[in-house]
């Protein structure tokens, strides 16, 4: 039974007291299982490679898989919620992550990987992300925003626990028992899942356009009868889809409103090289001399600096000092992502990388706090759920392509520090097209507005801030909301 219906109808339990607490817990740990995990990869780079005699390429894609499917996933998560439930989809997803890490332990090549712990690990991390984060609506209404703030700090522990966990691992058994016992780990999701119990319980309400006798109709259809009018219930059914796609896939917003469009499409790029440093980086100190445990340490700098920077870097964007100049905040933080790629480049030695990391780690938690608040700002709330199935659909595709095709060019020249050079080129070319495009439209903006010239609609033209409405937090939440995070 999907929570949503029972948190809008005001049957649930108190809310933001008592068990709220429990599952925000539940959540913590969940993101930390989930969204930290692909993080720890970059440690059985080597070993992978040397065990089934794969390329940087080959060997990259089983990673960028698992984080393009937990990226865009979400239409299919928020279907998934609406139709069994938050704590069904998180539970799911536990069997699912569990079950993909263990068949992983068995696998014979390279390609196995790719459908065991890319897709069915990918897949099932994503449930059990997005939903338990859609939960947190449900159980907090006053407390709602420090709920996410808070849960928030689960990918930075991931980020902090997960390397160090699989180098000792993977010293003392091998990458096969790891993954063994990875599986075993992320079943733990169950066990939050089985937390998040639903505030209450009512009769599912019929499907929304069905009618009375479309059951029956369609056992007709199962038993090869033809029910009259079927050239209209075909017509109904392919408007109902066109529907669904505008719904969960906002094409119409992308096509009108000029600031989603050039958020979109310089994320989208940003993305191709955003994650390139999580997956080489470990291989590149290794390559370099960096001994393996060290190397590991490297991605846990990056968590444990994040732990105490994101949530500074969340309360300073929503200053009022800053209503209007989000934006600019966020292209700051990539280019710094861009920027500090080149130390990487000066010198490999272990004290720079940790130089690197520091800066880095500051960087991403600008990028993480703001990715998802200035797209709050360039659309509608009431749209915003849509927006957001499109906007994480075109960034997993980057996400599933960069590490691959920099691999291949690894491969070619024999020289990581190529990775840094495509990371920096993707980073500040999209942070210039963002912020020259929307300098650009700020500008016809103002022009628009001294020659006092009406707009039709305004939304396709403009970028705006607006102030969250301080009633917000009393309202119910969206039915389904499917949320990353980067």
């Known amino acids: 039974m999907s929570q949503g219906g029972a948190a809008g109808r005001g049957t649930a339990k108190p809310q933001d007291q008592g068990w709220a607490w429990m599952v925000l817990l539940a959540a913590v740990v969940l993101q930390a299982l989930t969204l930290g995990f692909p993080c720890c990869i970059g440690v059985f780079f080597t070993d992978l490679q040397h065990e089934f005699q794969a390329s940087n390429s080959e060997t990259s894609w089983f990673p960028s898989i698992m984080v393009a499917v937990l990226h865009g ?29 263990v068949s992983s332990s068995f696998c014979k090549s390279i390609s196995q990987l790719y459908l065991t712990a890319g897709l069915i690990t990918g897949l099932g991390s994503c449930f059990s992300f997005q939903a338990g984060v859609t ?16 849960a928030s700090t689960g990918v930075s522990l991931g980020f ?19 993954f063994l016992i990875f599986g075993g780990i992320l079943l733990n999701c169950c066990v939050c899942g089985a937390i998040m119990r639903p505030l209450g319980s009512l009769p599912q309400p019929p ?20 029910p009259p009018h079927a050239t209209l219930q075909q017509h109904s059914r392919r408007t109902k889809c066109f529907q ?6 906002a094409f119409d917003i992308f096509c009108q409103n000029k600031g989603y469009q050039i958020y979109t499409i310089g994320v989208t790029w940003m993305m191709m090289g955003f994650a390139l440093p999580h997956v080489y980086l470990v291989p590149y100190a290794i390559h370099n001399g960096v001994e393996e445990r060290r190397a590991a340490l490297l991605i846990s700098v990056i968590g444990v600096i994040n732990i105490v920077i994101r949530p500074f870097t969340g309360l300073l964007s929503g200053h009022r000092v800053f209503t209007g100049r989000r934006i600019y905040l966020f292209i700051l933080a990539v280019l710094l992502c861009g920027l500090s790629n080149f130390i990487c480049v000066i010198s490999a030695e272990f004290s720079v990388l940790i130089l690197y990391c520091v800066i880095l780690s500051i960087a991403i938690s600008g990028v993480g706090a703001l990715t998802f608040q200035v797209l709050m700002d360039v659309v509608e709330m009431d749209r915003f759920s ?4 499109l906007f994480t659909i075109l960034e997993s595709i980057t996400l599933l392509l960069g590490p691959p095709l920099t691999g291949l060019l690894v491969d070619i020249t024999s020289d990581f520090r190529y ?6 080129f993707f980073l500040l070319s999209a942070a210039l097209f963002m912020g020259l495009s929307f300098c650009a439209l700020e500008k016809k903006n103002k022009l628009r507005e001294a020659s006092k010239v009406p707009l039709n609609n305004p939304s396709r033209y403009q970028y705006s801030e607006t102030p969250s409405d301080p009633q917000a937090e009393s309202q119910p939440p969206p039915a389904v909301v499917y949320i990353t995070s980067i």
């Open 244 to 249: 669904a796609l505008q719904k969960y896939l």
């Open 135 to 150: 939960v947190l609506g449900y159980y907090f209404v006053r407390w709602r925003t420090l709920a996410n703030a808070v």
């Open 160 to 178: 902090t626990l997960w390397p160090l966990l699989s180098q000792y691992l993977l010293d003392e058994m091998g990458w096969r028992n790891t």
């Open 73 to 101: 996933g979400g239409p299919l998560c928020s279907l998934l919620v609406k139709r069994f439930g938050c704590r069904f989809a998180v539970m799911l997803g536990g069997l699912l992550s569990g079950l993909g890490m």
């Open 207 to 226: 499907k929304p356009g069905e009618e009375p006798g479309s059951r029956a109709e369609e056992a007709q259809l199962s038993n090869g009868a033809s």
């Open 386 to 389: 849509s927006a957001l199935g």
């Open 419 to 424: 990775v840094f050079y495509t990371s920096s």
